[in-house]
């Protein structure tokens, strides 16, 4: 087993130096030079650990360059009965004669954009304690999820329905409105 | 030796420590937070806790991608859009006006109208009042600065970027009495604006893009601007350029600055058609089309255009001539109807077949009396149609 | 037997070593600091000899690299967002002023600091070789030429970036002054520019080139100057205390060497320090270099830092083709080239010097031609090496100086006393101011 021979430092004297007069003296700037180091050294890393914050935080974005979650789409005049995709915001439009709703075209599974499909005969659904009947129904191209009219899904991975938003008409010019952050349940309804 | 080492040390690591707690410290407190927080105080007494905890906190921006602008007024200037803040101090006032109505935020910004720095966050830089940036508010600082006395006359220079074609706009005198006096006093009798006028006097198409370094200000007193050069240059030409023969038109300053600013507003942009008013994108009928419309809608068979029947029918003795023709002549609707489909024509537009039961369901709707009236007039063509067949 | 050693022991020794083995294995085994010798001479960690200049660019270099890595997630190299990207970081990203200044301070002070380190060198001498085998300082004066180089070049590509119209004009005077070379001077421009006109190719090829290319170069010759610093046998000043020690030149003895290659080889590079007193000269590299070379970190860092919070980075007007600010400037560095431009145009009769090729091509690479060569013609004694103003080499720290203050002269004139149109303007005389909008 060998020695260990401290390292000697240039400047601090050698083990066998003089020893000091009184040991008390000695001891006492010892340790406040020992605290002074020690503050010394804190300093040292929590002023570069403050470095690394500032630069870490600055990565996660204060403003965001996206297209705003409420948006006006039109007067109602300007859709007509069914179902009008709006292709930028990934939104169905459906209109039934004079009350408008919103259902999310994101599907809930992995976030394709579904697919709207017009059934040939009218589809009487009985799910969940509900029964109505169908025109349409949505399929996503990713994975196979299949939801009803109503955003509702029954077949494929997608874990929930399809989100419905709220709609409302603007007060200043009467144009619908959708709003994105709101989202509702499947029997909203705008009436115009 | 190397003790002198471990101090410096310390010492280095202080002052990053402190450096970075400056850092750290001035970005707890922006400016903007104080504002924030005065908002929600304001909000809090005059609209309750309620819909003072709807009011969110953080940087804010509009970004209008067609126009280029990234504005973060409304960081500060929380309340523009709010009802009821018309008497709030600034920056939490209602904008004023209806204005808004016509011009969205979401659509315009702030900047396109006001001038400023959009990018900026601090009240100085973000007024745009700082070096290296062109155009600062264009506001009641400058206005005082330049002695402008109309309000908003600064601003409406900036409404000519995209109004600049229509001859008068509403809301902007200011600019239209320096339109008045470009007709008035003519111009273009020298200068060539927008491709008309003449070659005496330099193009002033796109003048206001011109850099301020290339004006002359030697013989200029006061601020070195090309705002003051236009503004001295139209009060009296001769003095800013001695050779010149462009008359004096003894404007007084309020003209002298309209003219001015009219003129600053001339620059060369990238706008998107549907900034631009008066641009409307939809093919238009022909002249020929549009009187041919006229005529019919003064005829006896008004109905049959008011309702769109016209697009597909002609019917022909009532002087409606459809352009498609994609259905048949209804002058003989009456004995036509009963041949195609067995039934009485008052049976058919009851309820319709094939393509008419689409049609009269969801384009053309028609009530029970519009319905009676179609039956009558077609009956009234029939009978021309009688009355016009060659006497056997 | 070989005791059990903690991580955290084996980080800790590198600074606070318990024992002479642990010295000397906190150098061999660990990856950053494998570089350094077991031992250091003590003039070699001295103050007052080196500065620590080379350390401190090199420090500079790791603190641009990290703020660099970081404004690149930031940053879009488009001509269309450029600018915006950059307002963006002054007033939207949290810490962004403080990161995009600490970059740009970071990039002035390492110019400054690798001209300061070329300077020192060769006032003491360090690019010449002494008596041991195998050295080729001048070869690492080369390299160290290139890195001068190399660095100038990563400064000016990424001048360019803020689309500004500093930066715009900027680029513009400096690819003019390039194209000015005979035969290769257009084609490097364009090639430079992928284009005619400093545009959308030229924004990505400076990117491109200023964040991947020209620091793959550095790192590269960074690295082969630190290995034939060892090859060398350290600093210069080992050689002079090694020299000053001997009365009589011998030929190379085979001795102790302080790389663990030489042992493998048997012919590494050896210096006769081995007949330097190692007690009373050397001292274990960990703690002695190690905790100077952390010292020497932080206070960089710190300085940095504070320049970086006291003076902002600036930016001017979006780049504008069409109106050239009044006056427009290269960047400091590359002043003193368009200064000498300025001096070297004139007309004599009916000829006009082209200043751009005089003053901006053919001056700078005969100046670059006169440092390569420096070593190779410097004839002065072994025994100035690694020694501060030697008598017998005043000649040449003369005009070696002479050409600095030329430089450092033609800066400041540059800088400070060319306003509007170039034209002359004493310190205290001030500037016109230039016209504004409103």
């Known amino acids: 087993m060998w020695s260990r021979k401290p390292v000697r430092e240039e400047g601090t004297p050698r083990e066998d130096a003089t020893p000091s007069a009184t040991g008390r003296d000695a001891a006492q700037p010892a340790s406040r030079r020992a605290f002074l180091g020690r503050l010394g050294l804190g300093a040292v890393l929590v002023g570069l650990a403050g ?142 | 030796m190397y003790r002198k080492d471990l101090i410096w040390l310390y010492a280095s690591g202080i002052v990053v420590l402190l450096v970075t707690g400056f850092l750290i410290w001035s970005f707890l407190e922006p400016e903007w937070s104080e504002y924030q927080t005065d908002f ?35 960081t500060c200037h929380q309340g523009i859009e709010w009802i009821g803040l018309d008497n709030a101090p600034n920056p939490f006032k209602t904008h004023t006006g209806g204005i808004l109505q016509k011009h969205p935020v979401a659509q315009f910004g702030c900047t396109p109208c006001h001038g400023g720095q959009g990018y900026a966050t601090d009240t100085e830089t973000a007024h745009g009042f700082v070096e290296f940036w062109d155009e600062p508010l264009l506001g009641k600082r400058l206005s005082e600065l330049y002695l402008v006395r109309t309000r908003s006359a600064m601003l409406q220079m900036n409404c000519n970027a995209c109004h600049r074609y229509e001859r008068q706009t509403k809301g902007a005198d200011f600019i239209n009495r320096a339109k008045d006096l470009v007709q008035e006093k003519g111009c273009r009798a020298c200068h060539t604006i927008n491709g008309r006028g003449g070659v005496i006097g330099p193009d002033l198409t796109e003048v206001g893009g011109k850099s301020p370094e290339q004006y002359d200000y030697s013989r200029i007193s006061g601020v070195q601007t090309a705002f003051a050069w ?17 008359p004096n038109f003894n404007f007084s300053s309020s003209d002298a600055q309209a003219l001015s600013l009219l003129v600053l507003s001339w620059k060369k942009r990238q706008l998107p058609t549907r900034y631009v008013p008066g641009v409307q994108l939809a093919d238009r009928p022909t002249p020929e089309e549009a009187e041919k419309e006229r005529q019919m809608m003064t005829g006896e068979g008004a109905f049959f255009v008011r309702k769109g029947c016209f697009i597909c029918h002609s019917i022909s003795t009532l002087g409606i001539e459809s352009a498609a023709k994609i259905g048949p002549d209804l002058a003989v609707a009456v004995t036509d109807v009963q041949s195609r489909f067995g039934r009485t024509l008052e049976d058919f537009l009851n309820n319709p077949t094939g393509t008419m039961s689409v049609v009269l369901s969801t384009q053309i709707q028609l009530t029970a009396d519009e319905r009676k009236e179609a039956l009558d007039k077609l009956k009234i063509a029939y009978q021309k149609t009688l009355e016009q067949k060659p006497k056997k | ?85 950059i307002k963006d970081l002054e007033y939207a990203v949290t810490f962004g002023w403080f990161i995009r200044g600490l970059h740009r301070i970071s990039a002035h002070l390492m110019v400054a600091v690798v001209f300061l380190h070329m300077i020192r060198v060769f006032l003491t001498a360090a690019y010449r070789n002494t008596l041991a085998a195998g050295q080729n300082r001048p070869l690492n004066w080369i390299v160290g030429v290139l890195l001068l180089l190399a660095t100038l070049l ?132 960990s703690p002695n270099l190690t905790r100077r070379l952390l010292m020497v970190a932080m206070v960089t860092v710190a300085a940095a830092a504070l320049l970086a919070f006291l003076v902002p980075a600036p930016l001017e007007e979006p780049a504008n083709a069409s109106v050239t600010p009044n006056p427009a400037k290269a960047p400091w560095y590359f002043l003193w080239l368009q200064e000498l431009v300025t001096d070297t145009t004139f007309r004599i009769g ?39 103003w030697a008598a017998e080499r005043r000649k040449h720290s003369l005009i070696f100086l002479i050409v600095i203050l030329a430089i450092l002269v033609l800066t400041v004139v540059g800088t400070f006393m060319r306003g509007p149109y170039w034209n002359f303007y004493w310190p205290w005389e001030t500037w016109p101011e230039m016209p504004r909008r409103f």
């Open chain 1, 51 to 192: 470095q690394v914050y500032v630069l870490l935080r600055s990565l996660f974005p204060n403003l965001l360059y996206e297209r705003p979650e409420r948006f006006k789409i039109g007067p109602p005049g300007q859709f007509s009965e069914g179902a009008r995709f709006l292709e930028g915001e990934r939104v169905f439009i459906l209109r039934e004669r004079n009350t408008f709703h919103a259902i999310s075209a994101v599907c809930t599974h992995l976030g394709c954009t579904v697919k709207m499909e017009r059934l040939n005969q009218v589809k009487k659904v009985q799910a969940g304690g509900r029964e109505f009947e169908e025109q349409f129904e949505f399929r996503c191209p990713c994975h196979g999820s299949k939801y009803y009219g109503d955003g509702a899904n029954y077949a494929g991975p997608a874990p929930k329905p399809l989100a419905h938003y709220r709609l409302e008409m603007s007060p200043d010019d009467g144009q619908l409105v959708v709003d994105m952050s709101q989202v509702t349940d499947r029997d909203f309804r705008l009436t115009v």
């Open chain 2, 40 to 74: 929600r105080d304001l909000v809090m007494e005059k609209f309750g806790p309620q819909r003072a905890t709807q009011v969110s906190g953080g940087l804010k921006q509009i970004w209008v991608r067609e126009l280029g602008t990234v504005d973060r007024c409304v």
């Open chain 2, 230 to 246: 236009h503004v001295a240059h139209f009060q009296d030409p001769k003095s800013l350029v001695p050779e010149t023969v462009m």
């Open chain 3, 1 to 85: 037997m070989e005791t059990k050693h903690s991580a955290w022991e084996k980080i800790r020794w590198t600074w606070q070593p318990a024992s002479e083995r642990e010295a000397g294995d906190s150098v061999v085994r660990n990856f950053l600091l494998h570089w350094f010798p077991a031992k250091v001479t003590r003039a070699s960690l001295s103050w007052n000899y080196s500065f620590w200049l080379g350390t401190v660019s090199a420090i500079l270099f790791t603190i641009l690299t990290i703020t660099g890595v970081v404004l690149m997630f930031l940053y879009v190299p488009s001509v269309e967002r450029a600018y915006l990207s």
């Open chain 3, 154 to 285: 990563l400064s000016f590509t990424g001048y360019l970036l803020p689309w500004d119209q500093l930066a715009y004009w900027a680029i513009t005077v400096g690819t003019n002054i390039a194209s000015a070379a005979p035969v290769a001077g257009e084609p490097i421009r364009f090639l430079l520019l992928g284009g005619h006109t400093i545009d959308q190719s030229a924004l990505i090829r400076f990117y491109v080139l200023h964040c991947f290319f020209l620091p793959l170069v550095v790192l590269l010759l960074f690295s082969y100057h630190m290995w034939r610093v060892r090859k060398d046998g350290g600093l210069a000043c080992v050689d002079h205390l090694a020299i000053s020690q001997k009365a009589v030149s011998t030929a190379p003895i085979r001795s102790k060497t302080y790389s663990l290659l030489g042992i493998t080889s048997g012919s590494s590079v050896h210096v006769e320090t081995a007949l330097v007193a190692e007690d009373e000269l050397t001292v274990q590299s």
């Open chain 3, 350 to 388: 009916g000829i006009t010097i082209n200043g751009a090729l005089v003053g901006g091509v053919l001056l700078p690479a005969l100046l670059v031609l006169w440092l390569v060569i420096l070593p190779y013609v410097d004839s002065s004694p072994i025994s100035t090496v690694g020694t501060w």
